[in-house]
């Protein structure tokens, strides 16, 4: 394994585990969105970019894929049938010999304390692949060299391995005292967050190039910002604002500290697509087979209520809380954000209208050795 990729330790912030009502599985029906919307993405860049005449694939004609963050289910298991099926069909097409068929080997990574148990259990009974379980961070070495035909990550990389130092150093121009995230509003806490995107992103594509095989391809789903557009001026960026301001109402009670409360930022960047394809172009390990920016369309069973977009809000960001505050008071924290939504009208306001919201989609196909690269 690299060294430099095997120092790197994320910091792990579990997704809420189970399948209770207040589990990620019950409450990810946006991000299974945004795998609805890239379903038929997915099917045209592997029609079309995967090349079972260049692809190294061993004899035995094991296909193996990588989910990268993958959760708890159920939009994994959603986005690997989708991968499989359109890996199938191209097969059909590309196979020297008519009887030859394909196994599937998937990997479903996520952080250590990820609920692997909900994963496996809840596994499709009807799935045409063997199931493996891969803990730890993708911005390290996870799979030997040259083992993977397709690597997928959805709405996972905006995930920093850690909150800059800068941000909680009070002798920092970086230090983030007012907010509890990159809201683009400050130069230097965004410089600060874009350098950690930046170097997270490197080891990411650098430890994923070891692992694909050549000609081997790789999705990548990600939370983007509109050029121009800070953070702060999106829906979510205000969403979390208002996340933040119930923190600030609780320490103004006294019953959390003030300091704790300064001292805590979600590890989350969004940045531009052109800020994530100059990384690619820079690493110049990947070329760009697709990149689209794209707005999901959100199913009507999910018309938003301030209890529904609380429960999202809590699935994702609730062990992240807890870490830092302790648990006395996070009942307290979420109920006081729901009437906060209500009283503010935030879900009917023009600020939700125009939400800034969108999506990048890039599929990416490993196009340098190994040898090359260390030799680089
Ligand atoms: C919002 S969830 C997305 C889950 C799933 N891909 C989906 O679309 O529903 C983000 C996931 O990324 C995982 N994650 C974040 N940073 C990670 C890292 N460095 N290594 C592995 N997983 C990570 C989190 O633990 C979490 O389960």
Known sequence: MGDEETKILAKSHPMVGGDGARSYAKNSSYQRAVMNATKEMVEDAIADKL??????????????????G??????????????????EQ????????????????????????????????????????FATGVPGSFYSRLFPEKTLHFIHSSYSLHWLSRVPEEIVDSKSP??????????????????????????????????????????????????????????????????????????????????????????????????????IEAIIR?????????????APVVPGEMTFSAERSTAQIRAVFEGLIEEHFGHEFIDQLFINFTRKQLAENFLKSDDLKNHNKIDLFIALKRINTIDSYWSM
């Open 51 to 68: 090349d079972f005449k260049t692809l190294e694939i061993e004899a035995s004609k094991t296909f193996q894929i990588a989910d990268l």
């Open 70 to 87: 993958c959760s708890t289910g159920p939009n994994t298991f959603i986005a690997v049938q989708n991968i499989i099926e359109a890996v």
């Open 90 to 129: 191209k097969y059909l097409i590309q196979r020297q010999n008519p009887n030859s068929a394909l196994e599937f080997q998937v990997f479903f990574n996520d952080h250590n304390d990820n609920d692997f148990n909900t994963l496996f259990k809840t596994l499709p009974p009807e799935r045409k692949y």
């Open 174 to 275: 970086a230090w983030n005292k007012s907010s509890i995230q990159c809201t683009g509003l400050v130069k230097e806490v965004t410089e600060a967050y874009a350098a950690q995107f930046n170097n997270d992103m490197e080891s990411f594509l650098n430890a994923r190039a070891q692992e694909l095989v050549g000609g081997g391809l790789m999705v990548i789903v990600i939370s983007i910002l509109p050029n121009g557009i800070p953070m702060a001026k999106t829906a979510e960026g205000k969403i979390y604002d208002l996340l933040g301001s119930c923190l600030i109402d609780l320490a103004k009670m006294g019953l959390i500290d003030e300091e704790k409360v300064d001292s805590f930022n979600f590890p989350l960047y969004y940045p531009t697509c052109e800020e």
């Open 282 to 294: 820079r690493n110049g390990l990947f070329s760009i087979e697709r990149m689209k920016i794209f």
